[in-house]
């Protein structure tokens, strides 16, 4: 079967820099996709890695190895708006999405 | 605001019911999505619409019903649900159907709850 592995819940303090892992199982790969979504609302895109490596974009950074099936989310200088679930996802080989449970990060001071 | 919209926000409903629920996306896409969301349970595909054909149905139960009458439109129609149908329902787009193109933007969502 296609399983998204995430852990459930993550802790960081205000200003520090914390590491959101994800691993996949998938039948083929097409993209990796990261959210956020904040208690209550929508999720929106954050990142999608296709080719191995570092992509950053301000204070994120995604990373991916597809021959470890292994991809994180990095986030530097954690403000408490950061406080949210982050959902991994990939795109299978036919082209559909497979989600992960997400990971609930909470923000302390 | 992600440019995709629903309605109602919130529903609450008994199982007798007949219900509909309204997804709006104004960024030209060409694909749409309905989601289930339940508490610590990974978003549930649901149904997706590429060009207004159906081409994805994840055996969703026949109680859910859903209607693509065009590239911006999307609707789930409910009837005689189950207390576990309670949930956050939630609509999605996007460019396309594969890679980048799948960069999904989601509405704010449905919260459904069946008594």
């Known amino acids: 079967g296609q399983n998204i592995d995430q852990p459930t819940e993550m802790t960081a303090t205000e200003g520090a820099i914390v590491q959101i892992n994800c691993t996949y199982q998938?039948?083929?790969?097409?993209?990796l996709f990261w959210y956020q979504q904040h208690a209550g609302e929508a999720p929106t895109f954050l990142s999608y890695?296709?080719l191995d490596g570092l992509e950053e974009k301000g204070r994120f950074s995604s990373f991916l190895s597809r021959s470890k099936g292994y991809s994180y989310l990095l986030l530097k200088e954690l403000q408490m708006k950061d406080s949210a679930s982050y959902l991994c996802a990939v795109l299978d080989s036919n082209y559909q999405l497979i989600w992960g449970a997400g990971t609930k990060l909470i923000i302390k001071p | 605001e992600t440019g995709v919209t629903q309605t109602p926000r919130h529903l609450v409903m008994g199982m007798t019911n007949k219900k509909s629920l309204k997804c709006e996306q104004h960024l030209g896409h060409n694909a749409m999505y309905w989601y289930k969301q339940s508490a610590k349970k990974p978003l549930e595909l649901m149904f997706v619409?590429?060009?207004?054909?159906?081409?994805e149905n994840n055996s969703v139960p026949s109680r859910f019903s859903p209607e693509c009458p065009n590239s911006s439109h999307l609707f789930l129609h409910l009837h005689t649900l189950q207390p576990e149908d309670s949930a956050l329902y939630l609509c999605?787009?996007?460019?396309?159907?594969?890679?980048?193109?799948?960069?999904?933007?989601f509405g704010p969502g449905t919260r459904l709850l069946v008594l």
């Open positions: 999605a787009s996007s460019q396309g159907t594969s890679g980048r193109e799948e960069i999904q933007y």
């Open positions: 619409y590429s060009l207004e054909e159906r081409v």
């Open positions: 998938t039948s083929g790969f097409n993209g």
């Open positions: 890695n296709v």
